[in-house]
């Protein structure tokens, strides 16, 4: 199909990586290509679709520039040209905190979700330096609007009754998109791998081959492959986590499953809700097997979330854009 009028599109889903826009881009229901009219101040390349009720603008980071100031520019950007935009999803990867509370795993999906004191999106590296080296975390950033509140309910509802449909919408989707097979599919239980926190990685390479297989956590085994969703704070910042003692003390201290880089720059001044496909768990022991089958999963969670929320629920909602102004 050829683009709508910009106006007429109402979500703006919001991508760090390459692969993660690929992912997004899988699972539009209707492509709808570039748009034919952008605001000159706008940088950004868009792709628009369809997914259910809604139309979707998708953006991706420039390549190599990460982090929260360059998710905040693309997100300012992006309404320049899309005005009628009502809140975003950021959807990609983040590394995993597991724990005994949280049986995370690789190809998971976490979804930001407010408690008592924060929005969903903790900002581990806002704060001051006292006497000793004491750090202080300050301020607190705003929660997700309530139309995407009440859809997580409403999913969560379905989930428990009916359970997840993230592996049919892949099954589907990657029958469409034979390329992608491959690397967007499931990994295999054998290739997740979680090692205690104080166990370095052995060796410069990408794989674990030479690693101490006795130092490997014992998890039981699951019944299924589906992923797993699970609801809570993320912990975003401009550094990447890659220290299993690091990952698991700010775990503790902080209560969040999933670590990212970009949603601390949206939260306050670019309503949405921000979901993570683990695809590692935030060590030594890095790769990139998972990344994209977890870019997937995250993906399909957002395509399920935003089919069970009607537009014309979305229509009540103010523009980001005035949101902006207002604030």
Not at 48 to 77: D, E, K
């Amino acid at each position: 199909m050829p683009p709508l009028q910009n106006n007429e599109y109402t979500i703006g889903w919001i991508c760090a990586l390459s692969l993660e826009m690929a992912a997004a881009r899988l699972m539009l229901d209707e492509n709808h290509g570039k748009p034919e009219q952008q605001n000159p101040s706008d940088q950004n390349i868009y792709h628009l679709g369809r997914i259910g009720q809604h139309n979707i603008v998708i953006a991706c980071l420039p390549a190599g520039v990460y982090g929260t100031t360059s998710a905040a520019t693309v997100a300012s950007h992006m309404l320049f040209s899309f005005e009628s935009i009502r809140f975003g999803v950021l959807v990609g990867i983040g590394g995993g905190v597991p724990s005994k509370d949280h049986d995370i795993r690789l190809g998971d999906v976490v979804v930001s979700r407010p408690d008592r004191t924060s929005g969903g999106v903790v900002q581990y590296d806002l704060g001051k330096t006292l006497a000793e080296g004491k750090f202080i975390r300050t301020g607190s950033l705003n929660k997700p609007p309530l139309v995407l509140l009440n859809g997580i309910a409403n999913i969560q509802a379905e989930h428990e009754m009916e359970g997840s449909n993230i592996s049919d919408i892949l099954a589907e989707k990657l029958n469409q998109y034979k390329k992608m097979r491959g690397e967007y599919s499931y990994q295999g239980q054998e290739n997740d791998v979680l090692y205690q926190a104080e166990y370095e990685h052995d060796g410069g390479d990408g794989t674990c081959e030479t690693c101490d297989v006795e130092m490997t956590v014992r998890r039981s085994h699951r019944e299924s492959d589906d992923p797993q969703i699970h609801y809570g704070l993320i912990a975003s910042g401009n550094q990447v986590i890659k220290h299993g003692a690091t990952r698991d003390r700010l775990g503790k201290e902080l209560g969040v499953m999933s670590f990212e880089m970009e949603a601390a720059g949206l939260m306050d001044n670019f309503p949405c809700l921000v979901i993570r496909g683990i695809c590692d768990y935030s060590d030594s022991h890095k790769n990139k097997r998972w990344q994209r089958y977890a870019a997937a999963t995250a993906a399909a969670y957002a395509k399920e979330l935003l089919c069970i929320i009607p537009a014309s629920q979305i229509s009540l909602v103010p523009t980001a854009a005035n949101l902006m102004k207002d604030g």
